[in-house]
């Protein structure tokens, strides 16, 4: 009897569960969302390709004509490419600083046995519960006082690995577990050391986690706004500080704000998009494993 029932509830269950998929209440749902996280971004892009006058005269309407000047005048623009080169060396410091630790911090995690292994991890867990505003004056005086590293990209860059590490290790150490204890021991069978096991065989096993964990860490690190506003000044300063800068400078040229605003969140977005495949590939494979 079981044998003749069960295709029959598998039946009626894919059918409820098609039914669920072609509720129109989802799909309108899911348009709602999309036009509330894109509006935005399309205001501000078509608005960089607007005159003033125009922004004006219809503030929601098309340009008429387009205007490239907008864009032109900001790409041409050094401070531009200064905040640029700001944020992508913090950016790039602090995803090698976050792939490379956390990595090293999930290892004796996931694969060893020891006293207090999981209190150690329960310690990076509530770390997610911490965000970097908590501890900001804390690390001001850390920062600029205690290491000398005020105004500088490694001032930024090291508080926020610290703080992207409690995440990178609960993603990086299902990867490291899931890995079988048989290529470790046939490894070490064929005189590999344990340092040489996790150089040679574990990183590129664990790479899509690694992909993961450094896209995160990049992006958030590119977006961070309040760590540079307190520890950068005048030359140093990144893209969302530039961008606060812009629009203090440049407040009656709203059209040229848009521009300058369109163009700083470009870089995240186009590298987050690229990327969005091996992100969720690396989520599936941290939840399996």
């Given amino acids: 009897m ?14 409820r569960r098609d039914a669920k998929s072609r509720n129109p209440l989802l799909y309108v749902a899911a348009l709602v969302v999309v036009a509330l996280s894109l509006g935005p971004v399309l205001v501000g892009v078509i608005g960089g390709f607007r005159t003033n006058a125009q922004l004006a005269e219809d503030p929601a309407g098309l340009p008429d004509p387009w205007v490239l000047d907008n864009y032109l005048n900001v790409i041409t623009g050094a401070e531009f490419w200064r905040y640029a080169l700001n944020s992508t060396a913090i950016a790039l410091i602090t995803t090698g600083l976050v792939v490379l630790l956390g990595v090293m911090a999930a290892y004796p995690l996931a694969r060893y ?14 770390g997610l519960l911490f965000p970097a505003t908590v501890a900001i004056i804390p690390l001001f005086i850390i920062v600029t006082r205690d290491l000398g590293l005020g105004n500088t990209w490694w001032g930024v860059a090291l508080p926020q690995a610290a703080f992207a590490l409690p995440l990178t290790v609960v993603i990086l150490r299902p990867f490291l577990a899931a890995i079988p204890t048989e290529i470790e021991e046939a490894a070490l069978l064929d005189g590999a050391s344990r340092l040489g096991f996790f150089w ?28 540079p506003l307190l520890l ?44 969005q495949k091996r992100i969720v590939n690396g989520l599936q494979g941290a939840v399996k494993g």
Avoid: C, K
Wanted: glycine share 8%; charged share 15%; proline share 5%.
């Fill in 200 to 227: 040679r065989i574990l990183l590129p096993l664990s790479g899509p986690g690694m992909v993961t964990v450094g896209v995160l860490a990049f992006v958030t690190s590119w977006n961070n706004y309040m760590l």
């Fill in 113 to 126: 046995r020891f006293r207090g292994r999981e209190a150690l991890f329960t310690i990076f867990v509530m």
């Fill in 232 to 275: 950068l000044q005048d030359r140093m300063r990144t893209l969302p500080l530039g961008v606060a800068d812009f629009s203090s400078e440049h407040a009656a040229d709203i059209a040229g704000v848009y521009a300058f605003t369109t163009l700083a969140m470009i870089p995240a977005l186009v590298f987050f998009l690229a990327m």
């Fill in 2 to 15: 079981t044998a003749t029932t069960l295709p029959g509830t598998r039946v009626r269950r894919r059918a």
